[in-house]
């Protein structure tokens, strides 16, 4: 590290496919980031495949940590799991964005919905859970169903449990064994959205325009741009993540996960600390890629412009349900269709393999892109992975 150059070379705690989008952004801007270092378990890791340096080691190795945080200028990572605690101990010769004390709030789900709620920012109700008992109390105002929730290490739907009736409280409170627990009323809503959004280190923020998310066994398949709901609904969405990013005061690009209720009201289910995978339609669809925009919020840069150019549907391909091992990469070659694999080794159920971004032209409707996206479905799902 020289004092008095202009380059920066940069650290990533995560080196898969987040990692490996935020390197391809970083060394299209030589003027500002020398090096791409990241850190992570698996050799020969998406992002060491374009290039990025790579130390291979656990997400949680502190030694690896202070090595990565030694080596760069600007640290930053593409997983909200990180030890909060070894952060904030290197951060001190490092500047480390978003901050180790906004993970800390972020990565624990109920601190991180008590702060949206002491700030006035609609969360479905919440309660912290220690004992069985606390459950059977708690169903008899939330009603059934609710939802009970790991406040950490949660991803993917992998933390939640969805209680239906009284005879399913025990199943879910031994699903967890041990975990920090909270119990959540359940909501029943009419579309899932999300809001991505940068701030940078000075504190200029800006949004990108709501996009519809479509889940299929809680993971992320589809992400629709823009959404389809009312301008209000949108207006609403756009304006809440703009006070989240100025009540959380993180640097760099956050998911912002909602549901829209029957009603059109707007109810934050949970933020990300780091680039998400409902932004990644940004690459094709925006003047600035979400990738392009974390950089420039963690570099302190003016924030790019995050208008949507063309309505573009992202499509999520995932390992088959039924099959661990290598695989062959899916080819598609198609107008205004945009193919990213990520370069993993291995398949296995429901892993996140690639995407595809289907982009409209000729001011295309995104109903008309939904009917084209059935045609290419069928042509991605039926090539044998294995
Ligand atoms: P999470 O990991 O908490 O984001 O939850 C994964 C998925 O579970 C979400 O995308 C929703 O589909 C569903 N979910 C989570 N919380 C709720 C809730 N309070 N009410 C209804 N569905 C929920």
Known sequence: MLIGVLTKILGIIGGGQLGMMITEAAKKMPEHISQIIVLDPTENCPAAQIGAE?????????????????????????IESG??????????????????????????????????????????????????????????????????????????????????????IQKAFDYFRGQSLFLEKFVPFKMEVSVIASRNTKGQIKTYPLVEN??????????????????????????????????????????????????????????????????????????????EQHLRAILGLELGSTKLIHPTIMYNILGSKSFEGAYKPIILSEPNVYLKMYGKQISKPLRKLGHFNLVAENGETVEQLLKKLEHLKEKVLTQPLH
Not at 57 to 66: G, H, P, R, V
């Open 83 to 168: 030890d909060s605690d070894v952060l904030k101990s290197v951060g001190k010769n490092v500047e480390i964005n978003p901050s180790p004390e906004t993970l800390k709030i972020i990565q624990d789900k109920f601190l991180q919905k008590s702060l949206l709620l002491e700030n006035d920012i609609p969360v479905s109700k919440f309660i912290k859970i220690e004992k069985i008992i606390d459950i059977k109390e708690c169903l008899k105002n939330f009603g059934f169903p609710a939802l009970l929730k790991a406040r950490r290490d949660a991803y993917d739907g992998r933390g939640n449990f969805k209680i239906n009736s009284e005879d399913e």
């Open 214 to 291: 479509i889940h299929e066994e809680n993971i992320l398949r589809e992400t629709i741009a823009p959404a389809r709901v009312t301008e209000e609904v949108t207006k609403k969405a756009e304006q809440l993540a703009e006070k989240i990013m100025t009540v959380l005061k993180g640097a760099g690009t956050f998911g912002i996960e909602m549901f829209v209720t029957q009603d059109d009201n707007i109810i934050i289910n949970e933020i990300a600390p780091r680039v998400h995978n409902s932004g990644h339609h940004t690459l094709q669809s925006s003047e600035t890629s979400q990738f």
């Open 54 to 78: 790579q130390i291979v080691a656990d997400f949680k190795d502190k030694d690896a940590i202070i090595d990565l945080a030694n080596k760069s200028d600007i640290l930053t990572y593409e």
